[in-house]
């Protein structure tokens, strides 16, 4: 008996790297699982991962998943992917905010276009994902929100990931908590993780510089074993909590 058995689960970013990883193991926990980005085909930029791969993957098992192409910067199409999801299944239990980019280099040559984009696909995106899937969770009084953030959102990466990464996710953070204070009456959880160490994802690796260690870096398995964990809560359990993978594997006794 998987620990997802019936749920419907919304995963952005899931065309690659986390996202992927996080909505495959939802799928192996019994989840169906919506697998929602913009590549459908591979990416001219020459990074790897499809929405239609992901979803593959996942079928492949006998998993259920359902790719829709959806951009989270536009109202209107992360609007209509939920309305999709409806359609299909019937309802929303999880949402995971996870789709983001960075803008590595220093402040002053982070133009406005790039502060624009960093700060719209990780603060904008999560609200409006949010907001799409509120109006079903409220009405099933029940459901769980998981947000995204990183180290940079509390330290200072700086070149690394650049200024506008790290204050997009300090505001995720506040957006949770303050989204848990507001959304417990409705029996919703609102929680935000982290990889404690960098996790080789297809987007990391290839921003990273050339003469980075990558001999540090993890796979992404104990962010899919805290996201399994959040993704079964609800406001009466863990909620308006911002905390690590491995916070969370260390606190609720998940490492096996
Ligand atoms: N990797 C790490 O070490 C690390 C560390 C700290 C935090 N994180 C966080 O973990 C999450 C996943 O990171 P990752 O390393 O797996 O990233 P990744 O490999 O770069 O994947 C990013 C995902 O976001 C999607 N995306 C980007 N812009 C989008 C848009 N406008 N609309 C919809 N989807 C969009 C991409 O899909 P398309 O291009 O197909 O749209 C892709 O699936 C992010 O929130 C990241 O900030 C990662």
């Known amino acids: 008996m998987g620990k997802l058995n ?3 689960a919304i995963v952005t970013g899931a065309s690659r790297g986390i ?13 169906r699982v919506v697998i929602a980005a ?20 996942i079928k492949a098992f006998g998993g259920k998943a359902l790719p829709i192409k959806t951009n989270v910067l536009v109202e209107e199409e992360v609007l209509a992917m939920v309305q999709t999801v409806l359609d299909e299944w019937g309802r929303v239990d999880i949402l995971v905010n996870n789709a983001a980019v960075a803008a590595p280099g220093p402040f002053v040559e982070t133009t406005t276009k790039l502060w624009n984009l960093v700060l719209g696909v990780n603060v904008l995106g999560t609200f409006l994902g949010t907001k799409a899937v509120l109006p079903t969770m409220m009405k099933q009084r029940s459901g769980s929100i998981i947000n995204t953030t990183s180290v940079a959102g509390a330290s200072r990466l700086r070149e690394l990931t650049g200024i506008a990464y790290g204050t997009a996710k300090a505001a995720i953070e506040h957006f949770t908590c303050a989204a848990a204070a507001e959304l417990g009456e409705y029996n919703i959880a609102v929680n935000c993780y982290r990889p404690a160490q960098g996790v080789a994802s297809e987007g990391w690796v290839f921003n990273l510089p050339a ?15 805290a996201a399994i964990f959040l993704a079964q809560q609800d406001a009466k359990g863990v909620s308006g909590c911002v905390a690590s993978d491995e916070e969370l594997i260390q606190w609720h006794g998940l490492a096996d």
């Open 19 to 31: 996202g992927k990883a996080v909505a495959i193991g939802f799928a192996r926990e019994g989840a």
């Open 6 to 8: 019936g749920k419907v």
């Open 38 to 57: 913009r590549s459908v085909t591979p990416p001219k930029s020459g990074l790897p991962g499809t929405i239609i791969e992901t979803a593959d993957e």
């Open 211 to 225: 003469d980075y260690d990558k001999s540090q870096l993890v796979g992404p398995e104990k962010m899919v074993k």
